[in-house]
């Protein structure tokens, strides 16, 4: 996530964006894996859940870069 925020979302210097941004991938991943998110997400751990995972961060980054 670290690389993400620090090489093209948002204003500001990295750590002004990963402060930004880290949290909120934070949330939607723990939301996927424990929270409302994960009663119909993959079973954690597997190739689907990654692949469900990778497409809610794209979906996320999509939605913040425009």
Same mark, same amino acid.
């Given at each position: 996530?670290?690389? $993400? +925020?620090e090489h093209g979302v948002g204003s500001g210097g990295g750590?002004?964006?990963?402060d930004r941004v880290v949290? $909120? +991938?934070e949330?939607?991943?723990d939301d996927r894996l424990v929270g409302a998110g994960s009663?119909?997400?993959p079973p954690p751990g597997t190739a689907a859940s990654r692949a469900d995972l990778a497409a809610a961060v794209r979906d996320l980054l999509r939605a913040l870069t425009g």
């Open positions: 996530m670290q690389v $993400v +925020a750590e002004q964006r990963r949290p $909120v +991938a949330a939607l991943t009663l119909g997400a």
